[in-house]
């Protein structure tokens, strides 16, 4: 039985919270016990932005083919699994982040689980999502350590072409027109939809923190009311709502579909597993981030228990044929806006998605809703998305391999998405993974990336012998961060922390002639160390300054001193997550790590 357990403990570690200090904007951190009304308040909002996104589970489930009572079980099914996960989220097990972390529909998987269930059928696409769910649940173990397999970068390009993939649908479905240009252009689509487009994005510019969340309902309920009054949505579709049963439970018409083991299916369906996975871990980096005032560090073992969870969820949708659901953004940013992050809310927003999966009249309701309504939030969805990938991409400093990676992976992907020609004579079984340009523009970026890292040595070093050393340093930290591809910020941290360091010692008098300085990069840290002739580097104590003292006729230069090498010696730690110095033999070294 003891065997049993330390072998338990060593594939699935028993939960563990992290220390926490309260940031000063959160009023209840996951820990916490916020009272009775506060959770429910705070679970009803967080419950409504979720039941907002399934959207997408209808976009799903129609582009398959269902409708009626098959696509109403669906998306029932569907909230039940987003249900599920929000609850384990919250608990305090083995496989459980013990976040508030809100699931909703993969939007992602959405675009491959489509054309997968629509070549191999509704059982291959389940099949290969319970394969996805599988390896995704145990690369929680050491998922965190493949982060250099998807660098920003690879995830820009993931989400620019993603947001190009949805443009086609969503504005068909706002201006009425075909796929094959039969049908012409039906300004009664263009005009609901531009007042749905036009209210998310008003809401989203000029709207408070606490209303942007509800963004997309506000816009939805514009659109319901511009399509009224075309005649798009009135009395019959009301009738259909109110004709279904006030509770049923959520299978509905929906059957269950006999899973298939198809390479063609299976492939592209764990590899956007795996990618969504390495959402999963940005999306349990911000909760932690948001819990924590004194956050230095990823806490790996929480985003691993977050990995199960997802990879319990996507098991158990391939298990009853529906979408996969992970991690919200939005709703992350709701906790932030509201200052409530408990776990406890995480419980009780789980709990009302799972009753909603058993009100047939809401799915009902989210069925009925106009074609126009519909392709603008998708329109206003892929807009978002190409701005996030472009943000992402820029966010690491850019040089010529850098720049082929994108260029090429983007150009790639449009190229098969553009000229559907291309995949035509590919065989039916890859046609799901050739024949998509969200896959082929990924995949690419991700062998570029490793290919263009041959030859990149993670170390360098250079001796300051220029008359401004500081600035030397800023143009090799920043030559390197382009070769390593490391945080715009990082660099600019560094090469600040650097020149400060360079002006203290030279003031002190505690170096004696150039110095070199050595750079070391990996995907989590960045580590520096200046190696000078002279004396180690002695941090002045932090003090408030007596300004009126200073200027006194009789302070001396020793005050002054010090003053300055009080006021230095703080601006370089609150600059590098870690100061060390020591002195060896007449060599003074200071050692400076940046968390990246």
């Not at 390009?157 to 012409?184: F, Q, W």
């Not at 603008?376 to 807009?383: E, K, L």
């Not at 082929?404 to 983007?410: K, L, P, Q």
């Amino acid at each position: 039985m003891n065997f049993m357990k330390k072998l338990l403990d060593a594939i699935l570690p028993p939960f563990s919270d992290s220390r926490r200090e309260k940031p000063k904007e959160m009023l209840y951190i996951a820990q916490e016990i916020p009272p009775t009304s506060t959770v429910l308040v705070a679970a009803v909002q967080h419950a409504l932005v979720a039941m907002m996104l399934v959207i997408y589970l209808v976009i799903t489930g129609t582009d398959i083919g269902l409708a009626g009572a098959s696509l109403r079980g669906f998306i029932c099914m569907g909230i039940l699994v987003m249900g599920i996960g929000t609850i384990l989220n919250g608990l305090t097990t083995r496989v459980s982040a013990g976040h508030l972390i809100v699931f909703i529909p993969g939007t992602m998987t959405m675009m491959v689980f489509i054309p997968v269930a629509n070549t191999f059928g509704l059982g291959a696409a389940a099949g290969g999502l319970m394969i996805s769910g599988l390896i995704v649940f145990w690369m929680g173990r050491f998922l965190p350590r493949m982060r250099s397999l998807f660098p920003p970068e690879v995830m820009g390009v993931l989400l620019l072409l993603l947001g190009m993939s949805l443009l086609p649908g969503g504005v068909r479905r706002s201006t009425g027109l075909s796929a094959g240009g039969g049908s012409p252009l039906d300004f009664a689509h263009v005009l609901v939809a531009a007042v749905t487009l036009c209210a998310i994005t008003a809401t989203a510019v000029w709207g408070a923190a606490r209303l942007r969340v509800l963004g997309l309902i506000i816009g939805a309920a514009a659109g319901l009311s511009a399509a009224s009054l075309t005649g798009g949505f009135g009395a019959r579709e009301l009738a259909a709502v109110a004709g279904q049963p006030f509770f049923s439970f959520p299978i509905g018409g929906h059957t269950i579909p006999t899973p298939a083991w198809v390479a063609g299916a299976i492939l592209p369906l764990v590899f956007v597993g795996i990618i969504g996975a390495v959402d999963e871990m940005g999306c349990g980096v911000v909760a932690d981030r948001m819990n924590n005032d004194q956050w230095r560090r990823a806490d790996l073992p929480m985003i691993g228990r977050l990995l199960n969870t997802s990879g319990l969820c996507i098991f158990l949708s391939g298990l009853i044929g529906t979408l996969m659901a992970g991690s919200s953004s939005a709703n992350l940013g709701l906790a932030h806006a509201t200052g409530v992050a408990a776990r406890r809310v995480g419980v009780a927003a789980g709990i009302l998605l799972i009753l909603v999966a058993f009100l047939p009249q809401f799915a009902q309701l989210i069925m009925l809703l106009p074609a126009a309504v519909i392709g603008a939030i998708m329109i206003y969805t892929a807009a978002y998305m190409m701005v996030s990938g472009m943000e992402l991409i820029l966010s690491r400093l850019l040089n010529g391999r850098r720049r082929a990676t994108v260029g090429f992976s983007v150009a790639a992907g449009a190229a098969v998405m553009l000229i559907p020609e291309l995949a035509a004579s590919v065989p039916a079984e890859w046609k799901t993974i050739l024949g998509s340009g969200l896959i082929v523009g990924v995949s690419l970026a991700i062998v570029l990336n490793q290919i263009f890292r041959i030859g990149i040595s993670q170390s360098r070093e250079i001796q300051l012998d220029e008359p401004n050393p500081a600035e030397q340093a800023a143009r090799f930290l920043e030559d390197c961060g382009a070769a390593w591809g490391a945080r715009r910020d990082v660099i600019n941290r560094a090469g600040l922390a650097v020149g400060e360091a360079l002006e203290v010692l030279a003031g002190a008098g505690w170096i004696h002639g150039p110095a070199r300085l050595f750079a070391e990069f990996d995907e989590y840290h960045l580590d520096l160390t200046l190696h000078y002739p002279g004396k180690a580097w002695r941090p002045a104590q932090s003090r408030p300054i007596d300004l009126n003292a200073l200027l006194e006729q009789d302070s001396d230069d020793r005050m002054i001193d010090e003053a300055i090498n009080s006021v230095s010696s703080g601006m370089i730690r609150s600059l590098a997550d870690r100061v060390e110095s020591e002195e060896q033999n007449g060599q003074g070294h200071l050692k400076l790590r940046f968390e990246h």
